[in-house]
Structures are given as structure tokens and as C-alpha cells.
Nanobody, 127 residues
Framework: QVQLVESGGGLVQAGGSLRLSCAAS????????MGWFRQAPGKEREFVAA????????YYADSVKGRFTISRDNAKNTVYLQMNSLKPEDTAVYYC????????????????????WGQGTQVTVSS
């Protein structure tokens, strides 16, 4: 089992940047595919970005492609989401998620594919 704790959220002006971190407990972090999702008030939780266990395969939602970058440091048991050129529509609670995998090269974009979730961190982008 893995526990996830997000950090790095906050208030930023449009066009600004934030970097979210998700620290994972456990010794087998490298055996988890990771993802970032977000949920705005009154909306469904939506996929943002995903990464396989090695960091070699990544996938992004069209809405963030070219602005957000997902990465991971397995030595630090941490996955990151670098968010640049932020827009007011990026305002949401951001969640990281983990799924145990048996081999590399796989990432997942459906919320139901993930087994573990963090508590979320609020990102607010002002216009």
C-alpha cells in the first residue's frame, strides 16, 4: 500500500507557474504508475497527466499539453507537476494517484485505473 501527500498548491496570477509535488510512502514507489487529476467546483474529476514507473512514458490532457510537465524522482519517492502559463480555467483541486504495475511503459488516464489517491492541493489562478 502507498500513501500520497500533495503539496505546492496556492494562488497565482494568470500566466504564472507552480510546481506541485506528490510524496509517496513505501519502498516500492518505482513500481507504481502515477497520475495527476484535477477537480473544479461542480465538475467531474478530470485527467491531467500520467507517467509510467520509469518516467520514460508520459501522457497529457489536451488542455494542458505544452504548458504542464509531469516528472518523477524514484529516489525521492516523489512525482511532480510543473505548471506554466497558468490560466483561470486551471483553477481546481489537484490530486495525485498511484497504480501498482508489474512492468514499465504503461500509463493510465482513467480515474478508475488508480488504486491510491492523495488528499489534494488547491490551485487558484486569478485573472
Amino acid at each position: 500500500q502507498v500513501q500520497l501527500v500533495e503539496s505546492g498548491g496556492g494562488l497565482v496570477q494568470a500566466g504564472g507557474s507552480l510546481r506541485l509535488s506528490c510524496a509517496a510512502s513505501g519502498r516500492t514507489f518505482s513500481r507504481y504508475a502515477m497520475g495527476w487529476f484535477r477537480q473544479a467546483p461542480g465538475k467531474e474529476r478530470e485527467f491531467v497527466a500520467a507517467i509510467d514507473w520509469s518516467g520514460g512514458s508520459k501522457y497529457y490532457a489536451d488542455s494542458v499539453k505544452g504548458r504542464f510537465t509531469i516528472s518523477r524522482d524514484n529516489a525521492k519517492n516523489t512525482v511532480y507537476l510543473q505548471m506554466n502559463s497558468l490560466k483561470p480555467e486551471d483553477t481546481a483541486v489537484y490530486y495525485c494517484a498511484a497504480r501498482a504495475v508489474n512492468s514499465g511503459g504503461y500509463y493510465y488516464i482513467r480515474r478508475y485505473d488508480y488504486d491510491y489517491w492523495g488528499q489534494g492541493t488547491q490551485v487558484t489562478v486569478s485573472s
